[in-house]
Nanobody, 124 residues
Framework: QVQLVESGGGLVQAGGSLRLSCAASGRTGSSYAMGWFRQAPGKEREFVAAISKSGSRIDYADSVKGRFSISRDNARNTVYLQMNSLKPEDTAVYYC?????????????????WGKGTLVTVSA
C-alpha cells in the first residue's frame, strides 16, 4: 500500500505561481512512476504531468507545457509540481497519483494509488 498526501494548494492571482508537493509513504521510494491530475468543477479528471521512476522521462498535458514543471526527490519520497503563469482555467482540485507502469499515464489506464487532492484556485 502507498499513501499519498498532497499539499501546497491555495488561492493565487492569475500570473502567479504555486508549488504542490506530494509526500508518499508505505511502499515508496523509486518504486512508482508519479504524476499529477486535476479536476475542475463540472469536468472530468484530466492528466497534467508524469515523471518516471528515475526521473528520466517526463510528460505534460499540452495545456500546461512551458508553465508547469514536475520533479521528484526519491530520497524524500516526494514529487513536486511547480506551476507558473497560472490562469483562471487552472483552477481545479489537483491529485497526486502513483503507478507501477509509466505508460499508464500515457494510455490513460487507471492509477494504482491516488491522493485526496489539494484545491488550487486562480483568480482573474
Amino acid at each position: 500500500q502507498v499513501q499519498l498526501v498532497e499539499s501546497g494548494g491555495g488561492l493565487v492571482q492569475a500570473g502567479g505561481s504555486l508549488r504542490l508537493s506530494c509526500a508518499a509513504s508505505g511502499r515508496t521510494g523509486s518504486s512508482y512512476a508519479m504524476g499529477w491530475f486535476r479536476q475542475a468543477p463540472g469536468k472530468e479528471r484530466e492528466f497534467v504531468a508524469a515523471i518516471s521512476k528515475s526521473g528520466s522521462r517526463i510528460d505534460y498535458a499540452d495545456s500546461v507545457k512551458g508553465r508547469f514543471s514536475i520533479s521528484r526527490d526519491n530520497a524524500r519520497n516526494t514529487v513536486y509540481l511547480q506551476m507558473n503563469s497560472l490562469k483562471p482555467e487552472d483552477t481545479a482540485v489537483y491529485y497526486c497519483a502513483a503507478d507501477s507502469l509509466y505508460m499508464d499515464y500515457i494510455t490513460g489506464r487507471g492509477m494504482d494509488y491516488w491522493g485526496k487532492g489539494t484545491l488550487v484556485t486562480v483568480s482573474a
